[in-house]
């Protein structure tokens, strides 16, 4: 005679989201409404200036949300998929 025991499937732990400001939410849904964003959109938008707004965008890049497109001057960012 044998027995067979059963084990609950344990689901591997997610990475949790980052949190995120209500500007970065803001941001995201800019993205997913235009497709990209660009820093001078940016600027405009939340009315920062060009440092702040390369950091803000960098961070979402740093979190995995956003990647950069650079062509020239045009730089500009999209979601990450």
């Avoid at 800019?30 to 600027?43: L, S």
């Amino acid at each position: 005679m044998f027995k067979i025991r059963f084990r609950a499937l344990v689901e591997a732990e997610q990475p949790a989201m980052p949190e995120l400001t209500e500007r970065e939410q803001q941001t995201i849904a800019y993205v997913r409404e235009h497709g990209e964003i660009t820093r001078p959109d940016y600027e405009k938008l939340f009315q920062v200036k060009k440092a702040q707004a390369y950091r803000d965008l960098n961070e979402l890049i740093e979190k995995g949300i956003l990647l950069l497109e650079r062509k020239g001057p045009h730089s500009r960012y999209l979601l990450k998929t």
